[in-house]
């Protein structure tokens, strides 16, 4: 994948016979996919995971690494996200909030050192001193609500993000008619946000129903009051204020079936 400069010309070139692996992590995934939206992708083309995090792989599979992925279901109709005029597909989900903020610190990080990055750590040490909570308004469908004290706003298409997260437990990515959710963690101080957040791990924090919410639709809208780092399946887009999330927005016919 690194030295393909050419996918339409790398796809003509294999036999009608051939099977396509991609291997790597949701990143890989996610730029393998945008550089190709606009291809008649082949139909057999799998997904071997071997990233850190792996949310798309535990989303269909589970645990199991070892498994080989057919791509072609969970492609044929992804989400969109529109960030600063800019369109991009994503296949796990968009984090707003302190998930953003903490990819963003992660990236400055990596710049640095070789170190494994601690991202449950710059979480803590956010939610506890460098992360401001927002006002948001969420509208969905074209419907708006308004939330005040936000520290996490994901848009999701399947379950996980952020290394096995299930901020939107009943997610489902093949859902029909085709949807996205978007959870809001609200209305709490930093103590009350930080005993809450790591049962987000087991999708248990949405029994906290007066400080989490859960909105499910078609066509969603975040915005927030000031500039606040945003990730696309772990890319990070620095300085965000408002981006739009529409679901099903690749047809059928763009991947080769």
């Not at 419907?143 to 939107?168: D, H, I, Q």
């Not at 990515?173 to 963690?185: D, G, K, Q, Y």
């Amino acid at each position: 994948m690194t030295s393909i400069t050419d996918y339409e010309a790398f796809f003509a070139s294999l036999p009608e016979e051939a099977q396509i692996v991609i291997s790597g992590g949701d990143g890989t995934l996610n730029r393998f996919l945008n550089q190709t939206r606009w291809l008649s992708l082949p139909e057999a083309l799998y997904y071997c995971a071997c990233g850190s995090g792996n949310d798309f792989q535990r989303d269909i599979t589970g645990k199991d690494t070892a498994q080989l992925i057919p791509l072609t279901p969970y492609i044929r109709d992804l989400p969109m996200v529109t960030v600063n005029g800019k369109e991009y597909l994503f296949l796990n989900g968009v984090g707003f909030g302190i998930d953003g903020y903490c990819c963003e610190v992660g990236d400055k990080l990596r710049k640095e050192s070789d170190k494994p990055i601690n991202y449950a750590m710059i979480a803590i040490k956010g939610l506890l001193f460098h992360f401001k909570p927002r006002s948001a308004s969420v509208t969905v469908d074209g419907k708006e609500y308004s939330f005040r004290r936000v520290w996490l706003a994901p848009t999701m298409n399947g379950r996980f993000y952020g290394g096995g997260m299930m901020p939107t437990p009943d997610q489902d990515r093949l859902a029909e008619p085709p949807s996205v959710s978007t959870m809001v963690m609200h209305s709490a101080g930093k103590l009350r946000a930080l005993a809450v957040f790591p049962s987000i791990f087991k999708g248990e924090h949405v029994k906290h129903t007066k400080m989490v919410t859960v909105l499910k639709g078609r066509d969603i809208t975040v915005t927030f009051d000031r500039p606040t780092a945003l990730q696309i399946d772990g890319e990070t887009v620095s300085g965000v204020t408002s981006c739009r999330m529409r679901a099903a927005v690749r047809e059928a016919s763009s991947v080769g079936i």
